[in-house]
């Protein structure tokens, strides 16, 4: 199935370069591009080897040669573009956030869960085989009860003054930068990992002074979680020399697991008598990430893999093979919803409800 999918292309940016390696390695054929202007898209459709550009994204939408659509262009687009992919048969791969309201979200998720399309949400911190190691032996049982959950997201990229793109403007990004930006990325990989939800919360935001940007620049929240555990996250955009550092630790009645996006070969495991490094690949390696292990052990396998295993399970669902842990529209919706209940809590000075 995968080397006769035909995928469009919206947007042409980082994201959209992003996508289109995945695309490529999943053996599909990017048939049209659609850009800001049809310069863009011309020279977008030669940057990614499509093969043509569209003049807009509604053309699209509606081409005959397109089977799956992939929503790259700034967030205020997302909800319009991707609920009128779905009304036009597609299948739909949306740059996350989902949209940038709550209501816009469940939208989606009710739409997508009322048409026959897949959707996915390209949380891809998932795809890395140490997260998957964790996941399986927190599932197993070999954590025990799992009593603190905590860390952080940090990165520096809004540090410089003046520093900026469309995501600095709510108009284009929504009300939410760096917690609706990476947050929620965070918030969907401790989910994933655990199996615990985030019941409540309560946090508090900031922006730099000097800056001009709409939204927060970091945002600090404690939570508590449906199985009992009691967590904390930072998340910033503003901590110079963080370029990606996407770190947790789950800390359970016997064992801790520890994860660092900026070393993602490796995974700390925490006892009492003794702590361990578990290298990608060994042979202590279960299978859930063995399935994600696509180079041998030492050839260190980064983001854009993580993107390609995404992809490559994306459409293995449209063919039928569903894999475990695809993060769908309903995923998307459950960001959405962290992302209302960080700002409401922010504002009000109050823990919130995170609603299921």
């Excluded at 399309?117 to 954590?143: C, H, L």
């Excluded at 940007?213 to 996250?233: I, P």
Aim: hydrophobic share 40%; glycine share 8%.
């Amino acid at each position: 199935m995968t080397d006769q999918l035909r995928a469009g292309l919206l947007g042409a940016g980082f994201m959209g370069s992003v996508h289109a390696h995945a695309i490529r390695a999943a053996g599909a054929t990017i048939t049209a591009v659609s850009a800001s202007t049809p310069e863009r898209s011309a020279q977008a459709a030669s940057e990614v080897g499509a093969r043509r550009a569209v003049a807009s994204a509604d053309d699209l939408i509606h081409a005959d040669d397109v089977d799956v659509v992939h929503v790259c262009t700034p967030n205020a687009l997302h909800a319009r573009q991707a609920l009128a992919a779905l009304e036009a048969g597609k299948h739909v791969v949306c740059e996350k956030p989902l949209a940038t309201t709550e209501a816009e979200a469940r939208q989606l998720a009710d739409a997508a869960r009322d048409s026959s399309a897949i959707t996915a949400v390209p949380f891809v911190y998932r795809f890395y085989p140490s997260v998957r190691e964790a996941r399986a032996r927190i599932a197993a049982g070999e954590a025990g009860a799992l009593r603190l959950i905590h860390g952080s997201y940090l990165q520096d990229w809004m540090a410089p003054a003046g520093a900026g793109n469309w995501r600095s403007d709510a108009s284009l990004g929504g009300a939410s930068r760096a917690f609706a930006d990476i947050g929620i990325h965070w918030c969907d990989l401790i989910e994933f990992t655990t199996g615990h939800r985030i019941d409540r919360l309560t946090a508090s935001t900031a922006a730099t002074p000097s800056s001009d940007a709409d939204g927060e620049d970091a945002a600090v929240l404690l939570f508590e979680t449906d199985r009992g555990a009691a967590g904390s996250a930072v998340i910033s955009q503003v901590s110079q020399g963080r370029k990606n550092r996407l770190w947790f630790s789950v800390d359970g009645e016997t064992a801790a697991y520890s994860f660092n996006q900026e070393q993602p070969d490796t995974l700390w495991v925490g006892g009492e008598s003794h702590n361990q490094v578990l290298h990608r690949g060994s042979a202590s390696e279960g299978p859930d990430a063995a399935r994600y292990s696509a180079l041998p052990s030492g050839h260190p396998q980064g983001y854009q893999d993580c993107f390609n295993a995404f992809v490559r399970d994306t459409y293995a669902a449209i063919g039928n093979d569903a894999p475990d842990g695809l993060p769908t529209f309903d995923d998307g919706l459950r960001a959405a919803a962290l992302t209302q209940a960080v700002l409401e809590s922010a504002d009000t000075k109050t823990w919130v409800e995170v609603p299921r």
